[in-house]
């Protein structure tokens, strides 16, 4: 069964201080990898999707990482607006999204 | 380009009341899903559609919850009769197309069970 692991579950952060969250993910036959951002009250936020190791892509102070085990959403010298929950998923030959659990960011002044 | 509409937004009912949530995919989005998000964990697919078809319904709880996409476009998902534990937001999401294409989600539908 595919799995998707996200960590740390919470994390604060001062404006500024740079920090990385960590996405593990067992899936069989990788697809896609995918970050959304989900603030209170809304649906995700498609960011970036991620296909094969080695690949990057940025957005802003964003910066998406893939290895054949892990993604890591890189955030450089983070501000208040950046605040919310980062949900990481994955497809794979099913073509069924898995997603974690989330990392909830808080950034503060 | 307009965005994943659903209906309505919130949502309070009795245990063992039916709702019914509404959804209008992207234009042109062939593939349509139903997440169930409770609170403080990721989305969890319950249906997904390809055109008017079901391609995976295999976590819906069939024996209360339904859902159609009648003409490919539009769809609807009926929780009858709700129970607490069904109290989440539900999700609706359109793709292009079902093989790792981007998944673009509407705001939600929050269900409260009281």
């Known amino acids: 069964e595919d799995q998707v692991t996200q960590s740390p579950e919470a994390l604060r952060l001062q404006e500024g201080e740079s920090s990385s969250l960590n996405c593990s993910y067992t899936v069989s036959g990788l697809r896609g990898l995918f970050w959304y951002r989900q603030d209170p009250g809304k649906g995700p936020e498609f960011l970036f999707t991620?296909?094969?190791a080695g690949e990057e892509k940025e957005k802003e102070r964003l910066k998406a990482t893939l290895t054949k085990k892990e993604s890591f959403l890189h955030i450089t010298a983070p501000k208040p607006e950046d605040s919310a929950t980062y949900l990481c998923a994955a497809t794979g030959g099913g073509n069924k999204l898995t997603f974690g659990t989330g990392t909830q960011l808080k950034v503060e002044l | 380009e307009a965005g994943v509409a659903q209906s309505p937004r919130y949502k309070i009912i009795e245990k063992r009341q039916s709702v019914a949530f509404w959804c209008n995919p992207i234009?042109?989005?062939?593939?349509l899903y139903w997440y169930q998000q409770i609170l403080g964990q990721g989305p969890k697919l319950l249906i997904q559609f390809q055109n008017n078809g079901v391609v995976d319904d295999s976590q819906l709880p069939k024996d209360r919850f339904s859902a159609e996409r009648l003409k490919g476009v539009d769809s609807t998902l009926k929780i009858q009769p709700a129970k607490l534990e069904d109290s989440a937001v539900y999700l609706c999401?359109?793709?292009?197309?079902?093989?790792?294409?981007?998944?673009?989600f509407g705001e939600g539908s929050w269900l409260t069970v009281v």
């Open positions: 999401a359109s793709s292009r197309a079902r093989e790792a294409n981007t998944i673009y």
């Open positions: 991620l296909y094969s």
């Open positions: 234009s042109g989005h062939a593939t």
